[in-house]
């Protein structure tokens, strides 16, 4: 007895240590190894940590949204969101986001009708993770909202808006909800309208921030690489003295049932797709969410999906598109099929009311099917960060903070059976629950060019022109920060490249094995196959597309459906895809299964059997896709500067896309090109092969040698390159369909490759430049002193094997104001010309450079993609210690000199499309399109399309 009594008390000491440690915290509940605590004050923190991570995502989640915008002030929580990075009491004005941008990899928020979230992805270091706490609590207790930021950040919601409201498909859904709800609940967009915007008064917004940002109305959620002691104490520091208030009962959406809409039928005329689309929805109903969830698999899925099977495979549209949003007041099922001018609408129509309608009869081996992919997906989802906070995040918002749901919500989708599935469907996806939505493109009648109204000079919409932004740290604290990282990188490769085997097959191909445990538990390989010459390529760049998608889809032994679920069963995927003169294969699996799997591939791969049917299929789809109008601003922006960067002859693989040189080249191609294409190119004779992962070197060593021997070709090879081209700097005024946007696209080519020494020093202007969308020297010129645009992109790229660089930029901006556009780019330009950056933006840029740089280290998977790169250019990892010492000695003379050498604005080439452009022949053969071919300029074009969808921020 006595024994047990001082076990007792050993553990109440042990437990009323823990516990007195965080007084005002309280573990309410936990999940696999994830916890929910709780303050005094009500937050709720909610902590997924993974040891494996490099990263830390933080999302600060307040239970309020569009929902609770009083009534004729709709925005007003869009709006302030917008303005909860203009500083706080502590944190003033635009140090307030310039201390985002330094601790943070990436920063962003989003306001929808539930909710408004602050997330942040963080190095996994206790400062950084401090500051971030630190910054969310001023936020959440100490926001300063200043009437002289709320102009400027109406007009920037309002070009947010121009944007998304010139989709075809958000135009759709907003129909849609209008007719559900009218003007009211869920028929109100969250981003707001220019009437009732401008009638927000300070009051109304201070009014909304003290009666909804409240620690009892607020979840942080904390995913990644972190100490949960230093975690919580942090957050109880920050967080605890902040005072919780009563919260208003938040707006209740009303009951709705469809099967009463009176408006059920919709149609949008803008852009370039023709599209069918049946909307299924109805009100509340948690029970059936599991099996809806499943739907676009079963539909949509290749190739076993009902829906692509009916539609695609039949050749009665070009592709089929599904997905789910299932909430807590209603649940929607969207499901529609892509179809060209020369197919047949009706009966486009007919087949989707007749494949989605009609009672199901999906089998336990097609559900047994997305069991698997879900499971596959769900354990590839828990090994990310950002995936898991996102996740628990949306299930805070959806189900009254219950995040648990989520497992439970698994295991009943592992535990649906077909019958329930089938009924589900049957009774939910009915003629009383669809609405049809019809996309058509623009009509010619908004394709002509308009008289546009003489444009004001470019004015300040910020008293802000002459403000001196004060320095957010000695430029000596971010020298020590970059000496830090330094060394955190060379410990990093030094120890890295110990554990690399590289070296060559008995056939001469180069491999680079790095034995290790991925953090997804995962095993990866990449083989680059590289063959022929700019000559003997002439004229089959369609046939290597269409090698590169058929080598995958069948083989003499398996089918398509055979390959796929060997992809499920194995945790894995693989695919192939055509660049420059080769061929890229990324094969995947979970390690227990990569050697089975990649063996399953290669043999796939060595006996590829190019079925007439499949490549019909392709081939028509394709035809299909380029029968298309091509005049979105974007798309014409794109066909007009590729025209005009053009150097190589048409057929030449670096030749840019051109709509009609592209249909004859498909029109031409057969089958037998293809099997004859791969029998002369498709071998290793200049491959490289990388793998990384849980394996046996040996084994594999042993295996590729027996394997890739004898697999030889006689055709000669030579990579591609593209030589350093200057252009004579120009402007051209396109015109393109009425739409609310147009489209900025500039370039300026400079003689400089990857490995040249003036290339750190560009890559350092190219962040100051345009690396953050809120404080860099785009983002202040055209966005926040002018409110010109939402979001905008810019980048660089460096060819690995000439001197020949590209800088782009790219932006979307209010029809009518290109000219001021240009005026600002050439002012962020001319400025920098003549003053270059400051001391401070070099230090910041290096600092947040090499941030980046050490984070892709502490990623084995984000090595493996280096890793081909490398055997190419015969390296390793430690040349990439020189280009980290040389970011580490950049001076601001280096950077200003390079300013001075490389950007030259007569040779800065301007594109800018909207209806008030000049005609231009899109359809012309000489010169085109949007770049398809990895070229210099092109690798760039491609970066600034992607980081403009991506990085777009509040």
Known sequence: ??????????????????????????????????????????????????????????????????????????????????????????????????????????????????????????????????????????????????????????????????????????????????????NQSLGRLPIGDLKELQSIKMDELNTFYRKWYAPNNAVMVIAGKFDK????????????????????????????????????????????????????????????????????????????????????????????????????????????????????????????????????NFTDTELSRIKNLVKNNQKAMMSSASAVGGILSDYVVNYDGDWTKFFRDQDELMNLDVKQVNQVLSEFLSPEHRITGDVKPTPEDQKKAQQQAQVAELGKTLDQQDQVVEPLKDVSVYKAEVADLLKKSTAMLNATEKKIQRGQLKNGMPYAFYPTITRDDKTYASIAVDFGTAESLMNKSEIIDLTAYLLLRASKDYSLQ??????????????????????????????????????????????????????????????????????????????TIARIAETFQPGDLRYHFEPDFAKKQLEAATVEQVKQFYADFFNMDHAK??????????????????????????????????????????????????????????????????????????????????????SSRLAMELREKNALVYGFSSGQSFSEDSNSGALTISANYTAGKSAQVSQAVHKVLTDLLNKGITEQELEAAKANIMKKRVTSLEDERRIHRMLVAQLDKKRDLLYRKKRDQAFAQLTKADVDAAIKKYIKLDQLVEVMADQYGQPTDLNA??????????????????????????????
């Open 562 to 639: 055979d390959i796929a679920d060997k992809s499920i069963a194995s945790g894995g995927s693989a695919s192939a895809s055509a660049s420059d003169n080769g061929m890229n294969i990324q094969i995947v699996a979970n390690k227990e299964n990569f050697a089975d799997f990649f063996d399953y591939i290669v043999k796939v791969m060595k006996s590829p059997k190019f079925e007439q049917t499949q490549f019909d299929l392709i081939k028509s789809q394709s035809l299909s896709s380029l029968n298309r109008p091509y005049t979105e601003p974007e798309t014409v922006a794109s066909l």
């Open 229 to 360: 002691a230093d975690v919580l104490k942090a957050i109880d520091k920050n967080f605890s003295g902040i005072p919780a208030r009563t919260i208003p009962e938040s707006a209740k959406v009303p009951n709705l049932d469809s099967t009463q809409m009176k408006v059920r039928q919709f149609m949008v005329q803008k852009g370039s797709d023709f599209g069918k689309f049946n909307i299924y929805l109805n009100g509340k109903n948690l029970k059936i969410q599991t099996a809806l969830s499943v739907a676009p698999y079963l539909y949509t899925m290749q190739p076993s999906g009902h829906l692509y099977k009916d539609i695609v495979e039949n050749g009665i549209a070009t592709n089929v598109q599904a997905t789910t949003w299932l909430a807590q007041d209603f649940n929607l099922v969207f499901l529609g099929a892509i179809y060209a001018p020369n197919h047949d609408e009706k009966k486009v129509g007919a087949q989707l009311n007749s494949s989605v309608e009609k009672p199901q």
């Open 689 to 774: 092969i990388a793998i990384t992962g849980d394996i046996d070197s040996k084994a594999m060593l042993k295996y590729l040698n027996t394997t890739l021997k004898g697999w030889t070709g006689k055709q000669a090879y030579a990579k591609l390159s593209e030589p350093f081209t200057a252009y004579p700097a120009q402007k051209k005024h396109v015109l393109s369909e009425q739409r609310e946007f147009g489209s900025y696209q500039s370039f300026l080519t400079f003689p400089v490759g990857n490995d040249h020494p003036d290339a750190v020093a560009l890559m350092v202007f190219g962040y100051v430049l345009g690396e953050s969308q809120l």
């Open 1 to 182: 007895m006595l024994m047990r009594l001082k076990k007792l008390t050993v553990a109440l000491w042990v437990f009323g240590v823990s516990a007195g440690s965080f007084a005002q915290i309280v573990l309410v509940k936990s999940e696999q190894n994830i916890e929910e605590y709780k303050l005094d004050n009500g937050l709720r923190v909610i902590l997924a940590p993974n040891d494996k991570e490099s990263k830390v995502f933080m999302n600060t989640v307040y239970l309020t949204g569009a929902l609770n915008d009083p009534q004729g002030k709709g925005g007003l929580a869009h709006l302030l969101e917008h303005l909860a990075f203009k500083g706080t009491e502590n944190v003033k004005g635009e140090e307030y986001q310039r201390r985002l941008d330094q601790y943070t990899l990436m920063s962003n928020a989003s306001t929808d009708y539930y909710s408004t979230k602050y997330m942040s992805v963080i190095r996994p270091e206790k400062t950084a993770i401090d500051e971030m706490i630190y910054l969310e609590a001023e936020r959440m207790d100490k926001l300063v909202l200043q009437e002289k930021f709320v102009p400027s950040e109406i007009n920037i919601v309002m070009r947010e808006r121009e944007v998304r409201m010139d989709q075809p498909y958000a135009v759709l859904m907003d129909q849609m909800w209008k007719s559900a709800y009218g």
């Open 925 to 954: 053969s000489e010169k085109s399109v949007q770049p398809k071919q990895n070229t210099v300029l092109n690798k760039a074009v491609d970066q600034v399309k992607s980081a403009e969808k991506v990085l777009q921020v509040k």
